[in-house]
Nanobody
Framework: QVQLVESGGGLVQAGGSLRLSCAASESISRINILGWYRQAPGKQRELVAGISSGGRTNYADSVKGRFTISSDNAKNTVYLQMNSLQVEDTAVYYC?????????WGQGTQVTVSS
């Protein structure tokens, strides 16, 4: 079972930046896909960005050019660098690991962007 711990959320003004971290309990090279999702109040959880064990990345259209997902195998950590934050980015951000047939989720970290 993979355990994930997110950190880095907080309150930031529109136009600002935050970097989220997700630390995994095992080597992320063994995890097929790591992703960041978010869920705003009253909305469904949505994919923000994902990275495969081979390093391929994908992004939601709403964050392309503003957010960057990356990973550090030595630290077993995946990051989400968020720039040019908008009020619409306010949500709880979750890290997800997809390994073999299973999905594992972190507890989430709140990101609030004020106008």
């Amino acid at each position: 079972q993979v355990q994930l711990v997110e950190s880095g959320g907080g309150l930031v003004q529109a136009g600002g930046s935050l970097r989220l971290s997700c630390a995994a309990s095992e080597s992320i090279s063994r995890i097929n896909i790591l992703g960041w999702y978010r869920q705003a109040p009253g909305k469904q959880r949505e994919l923000v960005a994902g990275i495969s064990s081979g390093g391929r990345t994908n992004y939601a259209d709403s964050v392309k050019g503003r957010f960057t997902i990356s990973s550090d195998n030595a630290k077993n950590t995946v990051y989400l660098q968020m720039n040019s934050l908008q009020v619409e980015d306010t949500a709880v951000y979750y890290c997800k690991a997809h390994k073999l047939l299973y999905d594992y989720w972190g507890q989430g970290t709140q990101v609030t962007v004020s106008s």
